[in-house]
């Protein structure tokens, strides 16, 4: 569970049983002072959850609704613009939205964060 071996990217995805599975004592600790992770790099978690344009650190109908403001009404940006990008691709436009709706009510690829 590393972010991307063949391109020499040993960060730690979300999930890998190497989180917080290193030595125990607080000397050890990451910098965010949590448990020690196993391996060379420490597990950093994203500023932002992707597709959770409205912030609340939930994935639901109102940052469907908040792309759409966004977009079509004058409303605010998410904050950051990444966090509305729902399918990837460095934009927000109505795919963001439609890729939100297929995850959430049909089964729908989970969102992707834009590359970096």
């Known amino acids: 569970?590393?972010?991307?071996?063949?391109?020499?990217?040993?960060?730690?995805?979300?999930?890998?049983?190497?989180?917080?599975?290193?030595?125990?004592?607080?000397?050890?600790?990451?910098?965010?002072?949590?448990?020690?992770?196993?391996?060379?790099l420490p597990f950093m978690p994203p500023e932002y959850i992707c597709g959770d344009a409205d912030g609340s650190a939930v994935l639901n109908i109102l940052d469907v609704t908040y792309l759409i403001n966004f977009l079509y009404k004058s409303g605010p940006e998410p904050e950051p613009m990444a966090a509305g990008d729902a399918d990837g691709d460095g934009g927000l436009n109505i795919l963001d939205v439609t890729?939100?709706?297929?995850?959430?009510?049909?089964?729908?690829?989970?969102?992707?964060?834009?590359?970096?």
């Open 1 to 40: 569970m590393l972010a991307g071996p063949a391109e020499h990217d040993f960060s730690l995805l979300a999930g890998s049983p190497c989180i917080d599975a290193g030595h125990p004592g607080a000397s050890y600790n990451d910098p965010d002072g949590s448990r020690s992770d196993i391996g060379a």
């Open 99 to 116: 890729h939100l709706i297929r995850y959430l009510y049909k089964d729908g690829e989970t969102p992707l964060c834009p590359e970096k």
